[in-house]
């Protein structure tokens, strides 16, 4: 958009509106007119409302709107933690979005009252059932969603899952079945707040590349027009699955490895046909579902990432399935949909994924890299550090496990008593200058709430600070170097490379000084706008 021609419609407005103004006062000079002019002039006490409202909308609009970041709990495996401590791991890391394959009671029940939203699942093995019966429909609703609901708030209910990638043909039973579970949805009225859809992978396409040749397989269209139309009418998204990973692992030679992490160091990559620039595979998958859609005249339906990840483990030939690449990948996912950056095709679009997968599952067939897509493993400690926020500072150097050219971090000492560390904390906090909001509660570096982990967080944000030297870390004697890196899960200890000058300690503690994020004078203005705003209609209101 240009600014320029932004700030000269607005001048337009207001000088269309100086001109009204005058003509208003010319009425009045006319005592014939003068009932006229009374009824323009309370007309035009709210256009300077109207005018301001419409200057505050992008305030709002900044500050209000944004990606979603989901996860996808999969529970293939033996070893897992029960529901109700995977409810409290996915509070701890302030995830607010999660995706279930089935309707399992004692999950949905152990999201209650957790303010996450719930994306529960039909699996393929209920499709016929489902399309045969309304009654059987009815019934799993009322046993399985309705005693649960509105505590756990369940957002969507995807109908099947990648249907075209198993052997059995189910494609025909999705589109009845979606139909039966929107009728039992408006049989309790809940249409409009749980949206009925299915998830697909990049199969249904018969071409992705370039992604504006993106066109959906023939073969399928009976039963993906429908449900188009289904999606379109009922105000539902369109969800797919992408992975880059696959891209790359299976046509090495085609696809760089730097192109599929969102590396920014890859070799772009032009569409031919729209000279469009793609930086990264995630784009370019995406693009192609968008313009497959665009061709069939689905222009507006909006596209939902119901998977996309990256495997932290894999066979002897899955040399790119790495803790790394797995956290490079994520992270970089995340911070480009959080900070809206869109595609080529739709610059700025609000793309809502959910990241695969919670844990390792370790009763998926297949190869090695199949059950080791996790986040966490089964004592819920991190397979890798990741910034569920998109907004912090988490260094990654992929293939190695470094994290940065300076290497070092201060951290308590083990031998160090209590009243040491509780004295050398409270200096650090106090006069040593350092940011400690990140080890307040509800903050990422709070857990675990112990005396020597909160002394560490401090002790290295001040040796950072004053320029990762030997005295900087001394504190009496409590503190000691490390070339460990002591980061884990939300919570990231800085290095010195990444700190900036004087006081202004953002270190571990995300903040969102990143590109993309809201001005903190925004934030701070936002209450000030509000009050002002109701003043000012209240004054008119008196009128």
Request: negative net charge; hydrophobic residues 40%.
């Amino acid at each position: 958009m240009n600014p320029g021609g932004r700030g000269q419609n607005v001048g337009l407005g207001m000088r269309s509106l100086a001109k009204t103004v005058v003509k208003v006062d010319a009425f009045r000079e006319d005592p014939s007119l003068q009932g006229v002019a009374d009824s323009m002039g309370r007309r035009l006490t709210l256009v300077p409302s109207i005018a301001f409202l419409l200057l505050l909308m992008p305030f709002f609009a900044v500050h209000c709107n944004g990606s979603k970041v989901g996860v996808c709990y999969g529970r293939n495996a033996d070893d897992l933690p029960t529901p109700d401590k995977v409810a409290q791991l996915i509070q701890l890391h302030s995830i607010k979005y999660v995706r279930i394959y089935d309707s399992n009671i004692q999950v949905i029940k152990a999201f209650a009252n957790t303010g996450v939203e719930l994306m529960v699942g039909v699996p393929n093995s209920d499709l016929l059932p489902f399309s045969q019966y309304q009654s059987n429909v009815d019934t799993w609703l009322k046993n399985s969603i309705l005693p649960y609901y509105p505590a756990t708030m369940i957002t969507y209910i995807t109908v099947g899952a990648e249907v075209t990638e198993i052997k059995d043909n189910v494609s025909a039973l999705v589109v009845p079945a979606m139909v039966n579970v929107l009728t039992a949805l408006k049989k309790v009225g809940l249409h409009k707040r749980i949206k009925v859809s299915s998830t697909h992978s990049l199969g249904i396409l018969s071409r992705s590349f370039p992604p504006s040749a993106g066109a959906l397989d023939s073969k399928y269209a009976f039963f993906l027009k429908p449900m188009l139309e289904f999606l379109v009418e009922n105000n539902s998204p369109f969800m797919v699955d992408l992975y880059p990973y696959y891209a790359y692992r299976e046509s090495p030679s085609n696809v760089s490895l730097d192109y599929a992490l969102f590396s920014s160091s890859a070799v772009d990559v032009i569409d031919p046909n729209t000279g469009l620039v793609y930086t990264n595979m995630f784009d370019a998958q995406l693009d192609s579902i968008f313009f497959a859609l665009m061709a069939l005249n689905f222009r507006t339906l909006k596209i939902m990432v119901t998977e996309s990840g990256w495997p932290n483990k894999g066979a002897a030939k899955e040399t790119a399935a790495t803790p790394d690449n797995a956290q490079t990948y994520n992270t970089n996912l995340i911070r480009h949909v959080v900070n809206d950056a869109g595609t080529p095709t739709k610059p700025g679009e609000q793309i809502d994924i959910y990241v695969f997968s919670l844990f390792n599952e370790n009763r998926k067939p297949g190869l090695e890299s199949e059950r080791n897509w996790g986040l966490f493993y089964p004592d819920q400690t991190s397979v890798y550090s990741l910034d569920w926020t998109g907004m912090g500072n988490v260094d990654i150097v992929t293939g190695a496990n470094i994290t940065s050219s300076n290497g070092t971090w201060c951290v308590a000492s083990s031998n160090a008593s209590d009243a040491d560390l509780q004295n050398a904390l409270n200096w650090a906090c106090g006069s040593g200058n350092v940011d400690c909001s990140a080890i307040q509660p509800s903050q990422p570096c709070y857990q675990p709430d112990t005396l020597a982990s909160h002394a560490s967080y401090a002790f290295n944000s001040f040796y950072q600070l004053n320029g990762a030297t030997d005295v900087a870390c001394n504190f009496g004697g409590t503190g000691v170097k490390t070339i460990k890196d002591p980061s884990y899960d939300a919570c990231v200890y800085s290095t010195s490379s990444k700190m900036g000058t004087g006081n202004s300690t953002t270190s571990a503690a995300l903040t969102s000084s990143s590109e993309g994020s809201n001005p903190s004078w925004l934030k701070e203005s936002l209450p000030y706008m509000f009050t002002l705003l109701f003043v000012y209609i209240a004054g008119i209101a008196s009128h």
